[in-house]
């Protein structure tokens, strides 16, 4: 089964830029290239929110509130995944996980996702 790091959190200033990485092992097949791949966020005392998701074919999905500003994106080389964050709001703030989908489905459903990362903490500044 796949398992998945992230990285690249931290404190950002609004208006500003931070760029997240989740590298997926992969000791089984089916290949990272098969996963739907997506960000979700999560702050204190809310549901896991979808943030943005990359299917195989490369289509890709935005929640409205990021849409414009975030940019998912994949290597399936390196076996990793990418979310480039712009125009940070101090809403942005909130534990970032990666997560994969091995029928490659890619929806706003955190429950139909097999395969979680630990999660990188994104906070914001005004």
């Known amino acids: 089964q796949a398992q998945l790091a992230e990285s690249g959190g931290g404190l950002g200033q609004a208006g500003g830029s931070l760029r997240l990485s989740c590298a997926a092992s992969e000791p089984t097949k089916p290949s990272f290239d098969a996963y739907a791949m997506a960000w979700f966020r999560q702050t204190p005392g809310k549901a896991r929110e979808f943030v943005a998701s990359m299917r195989r074919a490369g289509n890709t999905l935005y929640a409205d509130s990021v849409r414009c500003r975030f940019t998912i994106s994949r290597d399936n080389a390196k076996s990793t995944v990418y979310l480039q964050m712009n125009s940070l709001k101090t809403e942005d703030t909130a534990l970032y996980y990666c997560?994969?989908?091995?029928?490659?489905?890619?929806?706003?459903?955190?429950?139909?996702?097999?395969?979680w990362g630990q999660g990188t903490q994104v906070t914001v500044s005004s």
């Open positions: 997560a994969a989908d091995r029928h490659g489905l890619g929806l706003t459903d955190s429950s139909t996702y097999q395969y």
